[in-house]
């Protein structure tokens, strides 16, 4: 048996080896270096690599090319002022590295993470030429890179569709060497992409898979969904950095204008899909920027009903300690404000910190979620945690009145309507609180025993002196 084991694993290995799959031994332990570049000499022919016409329209779009083993890579390069930018947007100055990393995975990857500043960062963003299936092929890929104020950008186009290995190839080496990349929507887009490219290319692409990401979609929705609703890009840019495009084209167009130009080579039909890439990376690197200066207090003006809870919520969750009484501060505003749903919302986050203290606060949780309960009498959370702070604070006649008045309510409700209500506890409101009643009483009745029995016990008569 092992002998014919051993007889098809052969075969197999020699049919995979001619196909051109079979990974050598030693490959898969062999760090991958970036590919060398280096400029065509200006008596150096090209032509070849694209035909004449093609290639005098690339060269007006600015795109220069640049020598790769895999082939020629055309790269137009730019440097961008971002300081009327982040004026505009109302942030002080660029993202740090640090704040970078803590928008996307907290303060304790930013601490843990290694000693970089944001040269060391790049932004990434790409058109391709579908959105899903085999037609997802990134024709345009820009990586910017900051430098203080200044974006340096670098677009690469896939001027010749076989010519795609090369110009990956031209971004593996230009990642080789960074420590995180910013995105907007990466995550789920732009480097699955890419990653399948380079796979189908050969050239592995393990740049593209150790390199920090931080996907700004995610502190976006965190931060901004009531605000923003649809939180893609081009919404962020109006509501939060005050951006208004123009000239350039629309996403959606660009895979028809970039068939268009392979038939024509008419540089008319790139040039607004290649100021829209542009335009997406200084627009992400300007909101990383906004993004940061919010979280630490200069808030995204005029301010949205929502905008100090999701703030507070994302602070809570950071998990900072230094942060607490800015968390409360911002639940006590949003409270103040009186807009639902936010304010009630506000109001059960506030109490359940508050509960969590001394007695003071304990008092002030009990308060707050009394109030709540009277504003509404069928939020039954309010209702429920009022008991369980009333009954930890020995109030066990106040606790068991208030699980006899909620469980009326529940009663009277129905349980239709009971069954609709979020965050119900295990089993359901109704069987909650007739277990709850049923311990409050049982605890009132021993603590009274036990009080009669202490007074009984103190009128005995003492010994006969």
Known sequence: MDAERAVAVAVLRRRL??????????????????????????????????????????????????????????????????????????????????????????????????????????????????????????FLVGVGTPRGDVLEIDQLLLADIGAEPALLGALLGRIAALHLLVTYNGRTFDLPVLRARCVLARLGGEQLETVLHCDLLRPVRRLFRDRLGACTLRQAELS??????????PATEAPERYRAWLQRSDEALLAGVVRHNEFDLCATMVLAARLAAHVVGRLVQPVHPADRYQLAVHLEQQGAVQLSDEVDSHYRATLAQRRAPWDRRAGHRLARRLARGGERERAEAAALLRALWCADPHDLRAARALCILEERRRGLAEALAIAEAALEICHRIGQYRLALMRSAPPGGWAVDWERRRARLSMRLSRSSRCATRGVEVALLPGPAS
């Open 17 to 138: 080896d001619r196909l051109g799959g079979l990974v050598r031994p030693g490959w898969e332990t062999q760090p991958r270096r970036p590919a060398p570049v280096r400029q065509p000499a200006a008596d150096e022919p090209l032509s070849g690599y694209l035909p004449p016409e093609a290639e005098i329209a690339v060269r007006r779009l600015g795109f220069q090319p640049e020598l790769h083993p895999q082939g020629v890579a055309w790269v137009r390069r730019r440097a961008v002022d971002l300081g009327p930018f982040l004026e505009r947007a109302g942030a002080p100055h660029p993202a740090t590295a640090y704040q970078l990393v803590g928008l996307a995975h907290g303060p304790a990857a930013g601490r843990s993470s290694p000693d970089f500043d944001a040269s060391g960062c790049a932004v990434l963003d790409i058109e391709t030429l579908g959105l899903r299936g085999s037609g997802v092929v990134a």
């Open 240 to 249: 939060l950095l005050g951006f208004e495009r123009d000239e350039d084209a």
